[in-house]
């Protein structure tokens, strides 16, 4: 007999879970309590155990998210057109939220059973069952009505998509989302000499011409008791970027790095870079078995542009991944032609949601692509033919 039970802390998780998820640190129980202790104050995790019998066959990361149009749009000054297109986004999206998957973090982080003891249709059903639980328990307990539910980040090559009937059933839209940019790292480069000797000539140069700009500026990681220390400025950092951004869902708190390193030690890297002893800059990266996962990164804009801090570090990011012998970097979302100008390439991504409200899922489609607006951007190729 197939089952679920939905859990609202780390701490309940069954003994059972971190052995099966042993593949992705996103779903292991260290990660998710760095996460919990550690989480923006608009996100509330749940976690869903899939059982045959009693037997742990699968899990589920549910969050929800509390949108507020503070939250979403940050302080930029925009037209009148971009005016209107907020308030419309914001009146359908702003509320509660049902993520299935990790916000958070570009991906499929959210998801995973064993093909042997359940089917994927099984699966899928019982999560959509824990999600209309939580939603039903949320209203009771806190009043809140859940506006929109959404199953997160699939490439197209992902084996969910054979389950059309099911997405059609619970009238869930496919919509197309930015790319992730990955760079699968050649098995020949040894060495960063290994990357630059095949770089082209034209990139080539880049890389040199980004490392001289640096103009003093030097890389160090840092560790636990550094990262307590200069919390503050780290924060203060990743706002910079983050502020930028013309549409978020969620504002990291002041001790996420430190509850990440804590919790995940050697598994969460941060490398400052630092001027003059001053922090100008930061990284960092998450050691995904085989995948070395970008993360959060923050600089001082005195510094971004005249010291091209962010591609040296889109760099610096790859040197970690080909010394320590990763198969991929994946350098996420947002800022694709830079990345590709390192070698990434752009996997197409989509994510399934619904508005609860029937008259908003019939719009949601093309609302969503105002809150999610194609960038036409220019693919480099920086290899040698």
């Given at each position: ?160 998509h054979l389950e059309n009937d099911f997405f059609n ?25 290994d990357y630059l000797n095949a770089l082209n000539k ?184």
């Amino acid at each position: 007999m197939k089952s679920f039970k939905i859990y609202s802390s780390f701490q309940s998780l069954p003994d059972s879970w971190d052995q099966l998820v042993v593949h992705d640190v996103f779903l292991q129980s260290k990660y998710l309590k760095a996460l919990e202790n550690g989480s923006p104050n608009n996100i509330q995790l749940f976690y869903v155990g899939i059982f045959e019998n009693e037997q742990l066959v699968g899990v589920a990361i549910i969050q929800r998210v509390q949108l507020y149009l503070k939250d979403m749009f940050r302080k930029t000054e925009v037209s009148c057109l971009k005016e209107f297109v907020r308030d419309t986004v914001s009146k359908v999206l702003k509320g509660n939220i049902l993520v299935v998957g990790n916000i958070t973090h570009t991906g499929q982080h959210g998801l995973f059973f064993q093909k042997e003891h359940i089917t994927q249709r099984e699966f899928l059903n019982l999560v959509f069952d824990a999600v209309e639980t939580i939603k039903k328990e949320i209203k009771e307990k806190l009043n809140k009505t859940i506006r929109v539910i959404m199953f997160k980040d699939y490439f197209l090559n992902d084996a969910v998509h054979l389950e059309n009937d099911f997405f059609n059933s619970n009238t869930l839209h496919k919509v197309s989302v930015q790319p992730n940019m990955i760079l699968k790292v050649n098995p020949d480069w040894l060495t960063k000499t290994d990357y630059l000797n095949a770089l082209n000539k034209k990139y080539k140069q880049r890389f040199k011409s980004a490392r001289n700009k640096l103009n003093g500026i030097v890389c160090e990681e840092m560790d636990l008791e550094a990262i307590k220390t200069c919390s503050k400025r780290l924060h203060a950092l990743y706002l910079n970027v983050s502020n930028n951004a013309k549409f978020n869902t969620f504002i990291l708190p002041e001790n996420h790095f430190y509850c990440l390193k804590l919790q995940l030690e050697e598994k969460f890297k941060v490398f400052g870079y630092y001027l003059n002893n001053e922090l100008v800059g930061f990284f960092t990266l998450i050691l995904n078995n085989q995948h070395l996962e970008t993360y959060f990164l923050g600089y001082d804009t005195a510094h971004q542009y005249k010291n091209q801090l962010y591609l040296n570090m889109l760099y610096s990011m790859l040197e970690f991944g080909i010394h320590n012998k990763f198969e991929t970097v994946v350098y996420a979302r947002t800022a694709m032609e830079i990345k590709s100008s390192v070698g990434a390439k752009a996997e197409a991504m989509v994510v399934y949601i619904k508005h609860t409200n029937y008259v908003m899922n019939a719009l949601l489609k093309q609302i969503f692509g105002l809150m999610n607006p194609k960038q036409t951007w220019e693919e480099r190729h920086p290899f040698k033919a």
